[in-house]
Nanobody, 115 residues
Framework: QVQLVESGGGLVQPGGSLRLSCAAS????????MGWYRQAPGKERELVAV???????NYADSVKGRFTISRDNPKNPVWMQMNSLRPEDTAVYYC?????????WGQGTQVTVSS
């Protein structure tokens, strides 16, 4: 089992920045990749950014050049720096991790971009 705990959400004005963090505990050696999804009201959950154990990254087109995923050491913790935030970035952001056999989710953290 893997447990994920996010932090760093909040309210920010358009053009502002936030940094999210995700700490994993439990069987972290089973994790192959970690990243973030988000879900806005009335929309499906979508991938935002992911980092594999090798350090390779993948971003949604809508956040490329604005969001950066990183980590202090392999697997734990994972950070996501979000710059130039837009109202359409408003959503609940979920940390996720996947092993060979399953996907794990955090509880989610609300990010609201509004003036």
């Amino acid at each position: 089992q893997v447990q994920l705990v996010e932090s760093g959400g909040g309210l920010v004005q358009p053009g502002g920045s936030l940094r999210l963090s995700c700490a994993a505990s439990g069987n972290i050696f089973a994790i192959n990749a970690m990243g973030w999804y988000r879900q806005a009201p009335g929309k499906e959950r979508e991938l935002v950014a992911v980092m594999s154990n090798s350090g390779s990254t993948n971003y949604a087109d809508s956040v490329k050049g604005r969001f950066t995923i990183s980590r202090d050491n392999p697997k734990n913790p994972v950070w996501m720096q979000m710059n130039s935030l837009r109202p359409e970035d408003t959503a609940v952001y979920y940390c996720y991790a996947h092993s060979t056999s399953r996907i794990y989710w955090g509880q989610g953290t609300q990010v609201t971009v509004s003036s």
